[in-house]
């Protein structure tokens, strides 16, 4: 859908090139300024290539001044980067088609952080926020000059904490409007950077611009919607304008014809209608379909200027009512309650600049394969690039969008509390129009820390008054109030979570941050025992794949406790509380890569006690957001995609997790219930299958009940007791295998065990494959006479497993495919694996 959009797009820019040669057309040109870029330090005389979008540390590794940040323990010896200043400069010739009157501006969508501009030796403007763009009228000349002085964040952010007389928790970098991950994290490293990480474009217009468009649902109806465009014009003049909008994927055109456009800068508004308008829905539900609005600004019949917009069309709201358990929090699409199933996002790199549209393409692709209708942007990385929300929209996935405030509090003088200002207002009136946009959230993690993490007693009575009153500001204050401004029917929120873990009311009201799994010990199971209204971070960490490892390790023997990898290990107890629960549910093994592989199995299994429990738990609970979707840098991390994009065990087990339809089974005190979770808009019939089986593959017994399922429901399907069930069987070898059939066909299947992965009795694996190659890869099927249990598949080629790290039940067949664009490969010889069979029984 995003390839359709912007071919649409372009071919509009065609159109309106044509009708510019044959119109004589006054049309604004835009050139993006990426050639003839140099850098260099500020106290060398020598200059290097640069490539822009980027960042300092890119440039340095690619003309061999550094090496690899990413690889060994780097990151120690280049912090001296982040403490100097750099220079950046191009040079630009003026468009050979000019007119008289015509302006000129230049355009930095994204400067990171600190920087003075200078235009021809004279300065033009000084930076100090990443997250807005900076757009300054320029006198052109034939031939132009463009330095950009890049000074030290750590340095400025001294400067400016020293008007305080108390240290703000979060340190000096809370001055800086500045990406807080690059500070470092505990999954990231500290690479605080600088540099052009967005494009730098020089704009040319005549006579008029439409500066900005804003849009507004004003009525929604299965017959009609009405649709406010809100048009930003700058005029030179005054004069009688013709405005025409159309549509190019829908039969759509108005013209408002002798429209008065006055001088200077005002807004016009228009509206429009669709007859029986396509509604955009989240992937899971429908067509997530999007319009596409072509804006003509014209003065006697000559083109002044246009733009383009999409737009879908829907409603949200996020319901917050009393109820007899607390308080809801959940999220209504179109006037349906939607359960919000997915993962937090944070930046795909420590250096922004350089991540490709090719890999948003990868990642964004791999949450819809994956089942997930929602993304929360953390607020300790970026607002996302414009091609981050236009593949969200595309693709049917909502974004919880956090306002880039995270694990701090943050200075109150009017200086900074105006760049907050501007900043909320760029994004929201870059942002507004997307309909995958489903709330605006105030920050990360801030009221809970200043409750619950002792904050607010490192202060004396005024200062923790004072810090408290500047929070109150800008999150209750300044950032809802600007929402309502320009985005009005958008939800907002405070902070995430509402309520710390700390806090009783944390399961009952509120999103919640759950974390007693994890960073206090406790078992998985207590996934089943608290679950909150709103599940927005609750996670695990795993090791990342062996080929995401080789990146920064590549020494021939490693082990977990090497210097090298807990460079890659942020968190100062990480691999102690993996080898922990690993011991509860697994065999430590002694071999690397088994451990590597296990660690990835006990996240999957932890996360997914977690995302079952969370959805059998709707409509009291109605979101499961883990922790993380993916990585910055190649790391042992909570993420389910590590950096070299590879999909960890977590990532397919949440693609089964997450489907519409599924079975959530609950082994609790020698009791088995059985839920069936329907997202689907539609009851429909169907056949509970439930064999109980040896792990030879052996039915033992078996059960079929007729059900009739509930649209939009969890209900309960069927609950037994473990020792009634097996009738004096034994519990580490035998399953409970389950299939809900509808019209003969298999929508889901689930197994059953009785006891923890270390305690099955496993057999040597004994494993059949077939192959057969398919337009776009390979088929592989795989038999066993005998359990196999979680079978990891690996190629040395490029590539995606549709299914991997799955259980083989004897006598069904499991048939997978491996996608890749590599051809004639001698896939049995090649194909590895790995299992736990071998493992447990043979390590």
């Known amino acids: 859908m995003n390839r359709i959009i912007y071919l649409l797009k372009l071919l509009s820019i065609v159109a309106c090139a044509i009708l510019f040669s044959c119109n004589n057309s006054y049309q604004d040109t835009t050139v993006v300024l990426t050639e003839n870029w140099e850098f260099k330090n500020s106290v060398s005389n020598q200059w290097y290539p640069a490539i822009i979008p980027g960042s300092i540390h890119a440039d340095l590794y690619k003309n061999n001044l550094i090496p690899y940040p990413i690889k060994g323990k780097n990151e120690q010896t280049l912090q001296w980067i982040d403490t100097c200043s750099w220079i950046y400069r191009t040079h630009f010739e003026k468009p050979r088609h000019t007119k008289q009157n015509d302006h000129f501006e230049l355009i930095f969508d994204g400067l990171d952080t600190y920087a003075d501009?200078?235009?021809?030796?004279?300065?033009?403007?000084?930076?100090?926020?990443?997250?807005?763009?900076?757009?300054?009228?320029?006198?052109?000349?034939?031939?132009?000059?463009?330095?950009?002085?890049?000074?030290?964040?750590?340095?400025?952010?001294h400067k400016k904490s020293s008007a305080l007389t108390y240290e703000l928790p979060g340190g000096t970098r809370v001055f800086t409007r500045k990406a807080a991950y690059q500070y470092g994290?505990?999954?990231?490293?500290?690479?605080?950077?600088?540099?052009?990480?967005?494009?730098?474009?020089?704009?040319?217009?005549?006579?008029?611009?439409?500066?900005?468009?804003?849009?507004?649902?004003?009525?929604?109806?299965?017959?009609?919607?009405?649709?406010?465009?809100?048009?930003?014009?700058?005029?030179?003049?005054?004069?009688?304008?013709?405005?025409?909008?159309?549509?190019?994927?829908?039969?759509?055109?108005?013209?408002?014809?002798?429209?008065?456009?006055?001088?200077?800068?005002?807004?016009?508004?228009?509206?429009?209608?669709?007859?029986?308008?396509?509604?955009?829905?989240?992937?899971?539900?429908?067509?997530?379909?999007?319009?596409?609005?072509?804006?003509?600004?014209?003065?006697?019949?000559?083109?002044?200027?246009?733009?383009?917009?999409?737009?879908?069309?829907?409603?949200?709201?996020?319901?917050?009512?009393?109820?007899?358990?607390?308080?809801?929090?959940?999220?209504?699409?179109?006037?349906?309650?939607?359960?919000?199933?997915?993962?937090?996002y944070v930046p795909q790199s420590s250096f922004p600049g350089s991540v490709k549209d090719s890999a948003y393409r990868k990642i964004i692709s791999d949450v819809a394969k994956a089942n997930m209708n929602m993304l929360r942007v953390w607020g300790g990385g970026i607002y996302e690039k414009d091609i981050f929300y236009d593949l969200c929209d595309s693709l049917g996935i909502m974004v919880w969008q956090d306002f880039m405030f995270a694990n701090a509090m943050y200075p109150g003088d009017s200086a900074f509390i105006e760049i907050v200002k501007k900043e909320a207002e760029y994004q929201l009136k870059r942002l507004n129009n997307h309909p995958s946009l489903a709330v605006w959230c105030g920050n990360n993690e801030i009221d809970e820390a200043w409750h619950n993490w002792?904050?607010?007693?490192?202060?004396?009575?005024?200062?923790?008054?004072?810090?408290?009153?500047?929070?109150?500001?800008?999150?209750?204050?300044?950032?809802?109030?600007?929402?309502?401004?320009?985005?009005?029917?958008?939800?907002?929120t405070?902070?995430?979570?509402?309520?710390?873990?700390?806090?009783?009311?944390?399961?009952?009201?509120?999103?919640?941050?759950?974390?007693?799994?994890?960073?206090?010990?406790?078992?998985?199971?207590?996934?089943?025992?608290?679950?909150?209204?709103?599940?927005?971070?609750?996670?695990?960490?795993?090791?990342?794949?062996?080929?995401?490892?080789?990146?920064?390790?590549?020494?021939?023997?490693?082990?977990?406790?090497?210097?090298?990898?807990?460079?890659?290990?942020?968190?100062?107890?990480?691999?102690?509380?993996?080898?922990?629960?690993?011991?509860?549910?697994?065999?430590?093994?002694?071999?690397?890569?088994?451990?590597?592989?296990i660690s990835q199995l006990l996240q999957a299994e932890g996360i997914r006690t977690g995302i079952l429990a969370q959805r059998r738990a709707k409509p009291f609970c109605m979101g499961s957001l883990y922790w993380q979707l993916n990585d910055c840098w190649p790391a042992i991390s909570w993420s389910s995609i590590d950096y070299s994009g590879n999909w960890k065990a977590l990532h397919y087990f949440a693609s089964e997790d997450f489907k519409n339809i599924f079975i959530s089974p609950l082994l609790f005190n020698d009791s088995l219930e059985i839920f069936v979770v329907s997202d689907s808009l539609y009851n429909f019939s169907a056949e509970l299958n439930l064999k109980l089986m040896n792990f030879?593959?052996?039915?033992?017994?078996?059960?079929?009940?007729?059900?009739?399922?509930?649209?939009?429901?969890?209900?309960?399907?069927?609950?037994?007791?473990?020792?009634?069930?097996?009738?004096?069987?034994?519990?580490?070898?035998?399953?409970?295998?389950?299939?809900?059939?509808?019209?003969?066909?298999?929508?889901?299947?689930?197994?059953?065990?009785?006891?923890?992965?270390?305690d099955l009795n496993l057999e040597k694996e004994d494993i059949h494959f077939n192959f057969s190659e398919i337009p776009d890869g390979y088929e592989i099927s795989l038999t066993s006479q005998t359990l196999i249990k979680n079978i990891f598949l690996e190629m040395p080629y490029d590539g995606i497993f549709s299914d991997n790290y799955f259980d083989i039940v004897p006598g069904i067949e499991k048939k997978i495919k491996f996608i890749t664009k590599q051809k004639e490969i001698d896939i049995g010889r090649e194909l590895k694996y790995k299992c736990l069979n071998n493992i447990i029984k043979f390590d």
Do not use: C
Not at 336 to 343: C, N, Q, T, Y
Not at 496 to 515: M, V
């Open 185 to 344: 994290w505990d999954w990231a490293p500290a690479y605080i950077s600088a540099g052009i990480w967005q494009y730098v474009k020089l704009q040319q217009w005549n006579t008029a611009i439409i500066r900005n468009i804003q849009t507004n649902i004003d009525t929604l109806t299965s017959e009609i919607a009405r649709i406010t465009l809100e048009l930003e014009i700058q005029s030179d003049i005054e004069f009688k304008s013709e405005i025409k909008i159309s549509g190019q994927n829908q039969s759509l055109k108005q013209t408002f014809k002798d429209i008065e456009i006055k001088a200077g800068k005002q807004n016009y508004s228009f509206q429009v209608e669709i007859k029986e308008p396509k509604l955009w829905w989240t992937h899971n539900l429908g067509k997530s379909f999007v319009y596409i609005f072509d804006i003509q600004l014209s003065k006697n019949n000559k083109l002044i200027d246009s733009e383009s917009i999409s737009l879908g069309l829907r409603t949200i709201e996020l319901v917050r009512e009393k109820d007899n358990f607390g308080e809801s929090f959940y999220f209504k699409l179109n006037e349906i309650p939607v359960f919000m199933k997915g993962a937090n």
């Open 117 to 157: 501009v200078y235009l021809n030796d004279s300065i033009l403007f000084s930076a100090n926020n990443m997250f807005t763009s900076y757009r300054k009228e320029i006198n052109i000349k034939d031939s132009n000059s463009l330095i950009v002085l890049f000074k030290s964040a750590i340095k400025e952010a």
């Open 696 to 758: 030879k593959g052996n039915v033992v017994d078996e059960w079929k009940l007729n059900l009739n399922i509930e649209k939009n429901q969890s209900q309960r399907v069927f609950k037994t007791s473990v020792p009634e069930l097996l009738k004096g069987k034994l519990k580490d070898n035998n399953l409970l295998y389950i299939e809900l059939i509808n019209n003969n066909k298999i929508l889901v299947s689930r197994k059953v065990y009785f006891e923890k992965p270390k």
């Open 494 to 597: 405070s902070s995430s979570p509402l309520f710390g873990r700390g806090n009783p009311r944390s399961s009952f009201e509120g999103d919640n941050h759950y974390w007693y799994v994890w960073h206090d010990g406790y078992d998985f199971d207590w996934y089943n025992k608290v679950t909150g209204r709103f599940m927005s971070e609750f996670g695990f960490q795993s090791f990342p794949s062996m080929k995401t490892i080789e990146m920064f390790d590549t020494s021939e023997f490693k082990t977990i406790d090497s210097g090298i990898m807990l460079a890659h290990q942020k968190h100062p107890k990480g691999n102690e509380l993996i080898k922990k629960y690993m011991q509860d549910y697994y065999p430590i093994p002694d071999n690397f890569t088994d451990f590597v592989y």
């Open 454 to 492: 002792g904050w607010s007693g490192n202060f004396s009575k005024s200062d923790s008054t004072e810090i408290w009153s500047t929070y109150q500001n800008i999150f209750n204050s300044i950032l809802p109030e600007t929402v309502k401004k320009i985005s009005p029917k958008t939800p907002y």
